[in-house]
T-cell receptor
Framework: AQSVTQLDSQVPVFEEAPVELRCNYSSSVSVYLFWYVQYPNQGLQLLLKYLSGSTLVKGINGFEAEFNKSQTSFHLRKPSVHIRDTAEYFCAVSSDNYGQNFVFGPGTRLSVLP | DSGVTQTPKHLITATGQRVTLRCSPRSGDLSVYWYQQSLDQGLQFLIQYYNGEERAKGNILERFSAQQFPDLHSELNLSSLELGDSALYFC???????????????FGPGTRLTVT
């Protein structure tokens, strides 16, 4: 069975500062990795995904993530955050071609302070 | 707009009642997923359908059931409702990104269920 850990439940950061949201997973097979963002009172929206190839993945809104197989991590980063980045961020993992075993982490609430 | 629609947006009902939540996936997506999101439990996977057939089951209670119809829309039925069933219920859909490659899930706006 797979699992996803997001160690930080809340991350406060000042505007224009860099941020890293951590995600670690456990799986006995190859995985596909995703980051989603949920703005207040909205559904989840895909930020970026890793399926194969380059381990550095760029997504929307200036976010990027790096897949590290040896450390089983997929941390999300942004060099300079904006107030509008305040949201809940979810890491997810799938090991199945048909989207089964799609497991979400508990989420990290990013609060960008002025 | 993800292309996934859910109705109704809000639902208020009493304990013991039964409700049906509806989801229309993005055009061309064969997989539909249902999730429950509450403050204390986070985002919980309930069930997945693929082209009309149940594909995976998560933490879905026996009081809950779902189905996917030939036109690929899906319904989640919640019965004998309890106060603890109050939550946001999301539907998501996906398709294969390529041969042997899963696609990402696209989420609907959710249905907020309040049980009083």
């Amino acid at each position: 069975a797979q699992s996803v850990t997001q160690l930080d439940s809340q991350v406060p950061v000042f505007e224009e500062a860099p941020v890293e949201l951590r995600c670690n997973y456990s799986s006995s097979v190859s995985v596909y990795l995703f980051w989603y963002v949920q703005y207040p009172n909205q559904g989840l929206q895909l930020l970026l995904k890793y399926l194969s190839g380059s381990t550095l993945v760029k997504g929307i809104n200036g976010f990027e993530a790096e897949f590290n197989k040896s450390q089983t991590s997929f941390h999300l980063r942004k060099p300079s955050v904006h107030i509008r980045d305040t949201a809940e961020y979810f890491c997810a993992v799938s090991s199945d071609n048909y989207g089964q075993n799609f497991v979400f982490g508990p989420g990290t609430r990013l609060s960008v302070l002025p | 707009d993800s292309g996934v629609t859910q109705t109704p947006k809000h639902l208020i009902t009493a304990t013991g009642q039964r409700v049906t939540l509806r989801c229309s996936p993005r055009s061309g997506d064969l997989s539909v997923y249902w999730y429950q999101q509450s403050l204390d439990q986070g985002l919980q996977f309930l069930i997945q359908y693929y082209n009309g057939e149940e594909r995976a089951k998560g933490n879905i209670l026996e009081r809950f059931s779902a189905q996917q119809f030939p036109d690929l829309h899906s319904e989640l039925n919640l019965s004998s409702l309890e106060l603890g069933d109050s939550a946001l219920y999301f539907c998501a859909s996906s398709r294969l990104a390529g041969k042997n490659t899963p696609g990402e899930q696209y989420f609907g706006p959710g249905t907020r269920l309040t049980v009083t």
